[in-house]
T-cell receptor, first 112, second 113 residues
Framework: RKEVEQDPGPFNVPEGATVAFNCTYS??????FFWYRQDCRKEPKLLMS?????NEDGRFTAQLNRASQYISLLIRDSKLSDSATYLC?????????????WGAGTKLIIKP | NAGVTQTPKFRVLKTGQSMTLLCAQD?????MYWYRQDPGMGLRLIHY???????AKGEVPDGYNVSRLKKQNFLLGLESAAPSQTSVYFC????????????FGEGSRLTVL
């Protein structure tokens, strides 16, 4: 089992719809969680951190479920410009070492 | 404000050739990373550095070497390129690992024939 797993998609969604996808992680010692966005042939960029209480940034909502070991990203009122690959990242601390583990990404395509 | 700059952005090599990728940052960050990204896979850490003069192996270090002689530069070397090293290479920096956010360069696309 991969340490961080994502559905590769693609998720084909009409403009204006709501879409959500999850990311599961295997290490219960994981401490912090992030969603990155990566446009085609570009570098990843931080979209948002994921806090225990959940957090919202405009149309984007991130949630953490520690009991089931997954994080989620919800996008409301999707725009064409939301088309991208969304990468989840899990920061795990073991002893004094931090390790960032990346999911392979979920591809999202917003259609007009 | 350049941020993180990678050179070269594209390169084609023949099997057995050597080359060096340069990552330069003007953000004064301590931590620097080299990742490779292949289709269908997450970013995989090759080597990283927690400060000037330090380097450490990541998940997939074989076939690569690195150096961090100056704080702002992190070099990734391929001594004898192999087709399996065809990939997109990303450099990233962060002020500290617990900070969470990584700042990436634009990537370097390497093809080994």
């Amino acid at each position: 089992r991969k340490e961080v797993e994502q559905d590769p998609g693609p998720f084909n969604v009409p403009e204006g719809a709501t879409v959500a996808f999850n990311c599961t992680y295997s290490n219960s010692a994981s401490q912090s969680f992030f969603w990155y966005r990566q446009d085609c042939r570009k570098e990843p960029k931080l979209l948002m951190s994921v806090y225990s209480s959940g957090n919202e940034d405009g149309r984007f909502t991130a949630q953490l479920n520690r009991a089931s070991q997954y994080i989620s990203l919800l996008i409301r009122d999707s725009k064409l410009s939301d088309s991208a690959t969304y990468l989840c990242v899990v920061n795990t601390r073991e002893k004094s070492n931090y390790q960032l583990i990346w999911g392979a990404g979920t591809k999202l395509i917003i259609k007009p | 404000n350049a941020g993180v700059t990678q050179t070269p952005k594209f390169r084609v090599l023949k099997t057995g050739q050597s080359m060096t990728l340069l990552c330069a940052q003007d953000m004064n960050h301590e931590y620097m990373y080299w990742y490779r990204q292949d289709p269908g896979m997450g970013l995989r850490l090759i080597h990283y550095s927690v400060g000037e003069g330090t380097t450490a192996k990541g998940e997939v270090p074989d076939g690569y070497n690195v150096s961090r002689l100056k704080k702002q530069n992190f070099l990734l070397g391929l001594e004898s390129a192999a087709p399996s090293q065809t990939s997109v290479y990303f450099c990233a920096t962060t002020p500290s690992i617990s900070y969470g956010e990584l700042f990436f360069g634009e990537g370097s696309r390497l093809t080994v024939l």
